[in-house]
T-cell receptor
Framework: QKEVEQDPGPLSVPEGAIVSLNCTYS??????FMWYRQYSRKGPELLMY????GNKEDGRFTAQVDKSSKYISLFIRDSQPSDSATYLC????????????FGSGTRLQVQP | AAGVIQSPRHLIKEKRETATLKCYPI?????VYWYQQGPGQDPQFLIS???????DKGSIPDRFSAQQFSDYHSELNMSSLELGDSALYFC?????????????FGSGTQLSVL
């Protein structure tokens, strides 16, 4: 069983919809949680970073962490066609010079 | 602002050949990570370097080796290539002591083994 599970999608929504992306994890040592956006044949780009349970908001993006349930979510409000990409969750038990454990990514398509 | 530079962008090799991938971190970044992402797969951590020393090791095959040079650029050497090595190889860099959100990825090298 993988340490991080993520629904691969694809997820297709109309423009303006609220999108919910989710990951579950099994390693209770994970303390740092990230969401990356990856366009086709490009490197992952950091969207959100958090290390505490609760919500963190940045513009149209909200990251939610529930450590007791080992569950994290990314919400995208007022989704745009430019949000069409693969979204990867990533986690780490450490900060600094440590590798990240990624989910498999959810492919999102926002239809104009 | 300067980003992480990887070269080449695309590489086509045949089975049993060797390949060398290069990564140039963001200026002043001293830590480099290598990840392998197969088609439709999540990025898998291979190896990392801090101040030219290996700092962490993941699922890197014995056929692969890597090093970091005095100018902090890194090279991933891959020998006896197999079809299953076809993947997108990412390099990421960060600054000493930086937290996870300060990790920046390059655009990757797409390796195709025929």
């Amino acid at each position: 069983q993988k340490e991080v599970e993520q629904d691969p999608g694809p997820l297709s929504v109309p423009e303006g919809a609220i999108v919910s992306l989710n990951c579950t994890y099994s390693n209770s040592a994970f303390q740092y949680f990230m969401w990356y956006r990856q366009y086709s044949r490009k490197g992952p780009e950091l969207l959100m970073y958090t290390y505490s349970s609760g919500n963190k908001e940045d513009g149209r993006f909200t990251a939610q962490v529930d450590k007791s349930s080992k569950y994290i979510s990314l919400f995208i409000r007022d989704s745009q066609p430019s949000d069409s990409a693969t979204y990867l969750c990533a986690m780490s038990a450490y900060t600094g010079r440590r590798a990240l454990t990624f989910g498999s990514g959810t492919r999102l398509q926002v239809q104009p | 602002a300067a980003g992480v530079i990887q070269s080449p962008r695309h590489l086509i090799k045949e089975k049993r050949e060797t390949a060398t991938l290069k990564c140039y971190p963001i200026p002043r970044h001293d830590t480099v990570y290598w990840y392998q992402q197969g088609p439709g797969q999540d990025p898998q951590f291979l190896i990392s370097f801090y101040e030219k020393m290996q700092s962490d090791k993941g699922s890197i095959p014995d056929r692969f080796s890597a090093q970091q040079f005095s100018d902090y650029h890194s090279e991933l050497n891959m020998s006896s290539l197999e079809l299953g090595d076809s993947a997108l190889y990412f390099c990421a860099s960060s600054l000493r002591g930086a937290t996870n959100e300060k990790l920046f990825f390059g655009s990757g090298t797409q390796l195709s083994v025929l």
